[in-house]
């Protein structure tokens, strides 16, 4: 078996996501929406191939929309069940967190179900730092769950100010 890469691409995640039963599951629209906002965005995504099969995919969003927030990003993981534990998330963690810095973000925020400790670890050795908890936020599989809420710092992160904007958009 060859090693899991990771890889730009905007994934056409619609084929390949099996439905769950939690309602939880994106729909065909939705992943459209985010492939296009993707796309005109340029925000850093990848996704994981291992054998010519996608395996997992990573992308980021705006924290916030107001232009206040525009240096903090929101990060998302998915790595598909049969693939858990082979280091596919960490892959995608690392080429995400790299592209985000490249990119002059400052912060890169996280929402984890808070029983999730393979994702806990995973993010706590990329220097995650836990800031919140988010009780009784998501209905899945028939019970409320809790969302931990992590964040860590990119490059300067907030010791020193952003650089200011090029002279076409003052």
């Not at 890469?5 to 985010?34: C, H, V």
Request: with cysteine.
């Amino acid at each position: 078996m060859r090693q899991a890469r990771s890889r730009i691409a905007i994934p056409r995640w619609a084929a390949r996501i099996k439905p769950n039963d939690d309602g939880d599951t994106p729909q065909p629209d939705d992943l459209r929406e985010r492939r296009r906002n993707l796309k005109s965005r340029r925000f850093p995504h990848r996704v994981a191939i291992k054998d010519g099969a996608v395996v997992g995919y990573a992308y980021v969003v705006l924290f916030r929309k107001r232009p206040a927030y525009r240096h903090t990003v929101k990060h998302s993981i998915y790595v598909h069940h049969d693939h858990l534990g082979q280091g596919i998330g960490r892959l995608l963690m690392h080429d995400l967190i790299d592209a985000c810095a490249a990119a002059g973000f400052r912060q890169m925020i996280g929402y984890i179900d808070a029983e999730n400790t393979a994702s806990l670890m995973l993010h706590e050795r990329f220097n995650f730092v836990r800031v919140g908890l988010l009780r009784g936020v998501a209905y899945r599989y028939g019970r409320w769950a809790d969302s931990a809420m992590v964040q860590r710092s990119l490059g300067p992160g907030s010791t020193a100010p952003p650089p200011p904007p090029p002279l076409s958009t003052r």
